[in-house]
């Protein structure tokens, strides 16, 4: 059975304490690892799509690494604006849906 | 703005009740996919449609029903409601292929009172 694992489950940080955040995996013929970030009471916003291993994505602070077996999202010099929860998601051949982790909660302090 | 719009925002009903949650998708978007999201809980898949045909199933209640409308609009039905069910419902659209993200709504909260 497809299944996603994200560690830590919370992270505190200091504003600009670098640090990475895990997404481990387990699915039959990868055909994508997403990553969203999600705001309390709000919906998830998508960040990046990873598809094979050895890819990378950056975006600001942000940027999203990919092996066989996991993902990091690593946060450069976090900024308190970057605190909320990072979900990671997977699509597999042979089904339609996408698989949710149950996140980390980012808290940056400043 | 992800062009996902979900209505209504918030809905507070009682027990016993039935509501019906509505998701317009992203201009060209032919996949529709419903999550339900409990306090401190993960996304939790409930159902996907594709130009108007079910394609796959998730966890789903069967108090609870879902369709797409020749418009690609969908509506997620919740009847004979239970405080369990209070949660953040999620509609989400992907665009043709499976490679693609999937670009999510707001959501609407509900609570069962």
């Known amino acids: 059975e497809d299944q996603v694992t994200q560690s830590p489950e919370a992270l505190r940080l200091q504003e600009g304490e670098s640090s990475s955040l895990n997404c481990s995996y387990t699915v039959s013929g990868l055909r994508g690892l997403f990553w969203y970030r999600q705001d309390p009471g709000k919906g998830p916003e998508f960040l990046f799509t990873?598809?094979?291993a050895g890819e990378e994505k950056e975006k600001e602070r942000l940027k999203a690494t990919l092996t066989k077996k996991e993902s990091f999202l690593h946060i450069t010099a976090p900024k308190p604006e970057d605190s909320a929860t990072y979900l990671c998601?997977?699509?597999?051949?042979?089904?339609?849906?996408?698989?949710f982790g149950t996140g980390t909660r980012l808290k940056v302090l400043a | 703005d992800s062009g996902v719009t979900q209505t209504p925002k918030h809905l507070i009903t009682a027990t016993g009740q039935r509501v019906t949650l509505r998701c317009s998708p992203r201009?060209?978007?032919?996949?529709v996919y419903w999550y339900q999201q409990s306090l401190d809980q993960g996304l939790q898949f409930l159902i996907q449609?594709?130009?108007?045909?079910?394609?796959a199933k998730g966890n789903i209640l069967e108090r609870f029903s879902a369709q797409q409308f020749p418009d690609l609009h969908s509506e997620l039905n919740l009847s004979s409601l239970e405080l369990g069910d209070s949660a953040l419902y999620f509609c989400?659209?992907?665009?043709?292929?499976?490679?693609?993200?999937?670009?999510f709504g707001q959501g609407t909260r509900l609570t069962v009172v």
């Open positions: 449609y594709y130009n108007g045909e079910e394609r």
């Open positions: 989400a659209s992907s665009a043709q292929g499976v490679n693609t993200e999937a670009f």
């Open positions: 990873l598809y094979s």
């Open positions: 998601a997977v699509r597999s051949s042979g089904t339609y849906k996408y698989i």
């Open positions: 201009s060209g978007d032919l996949s």
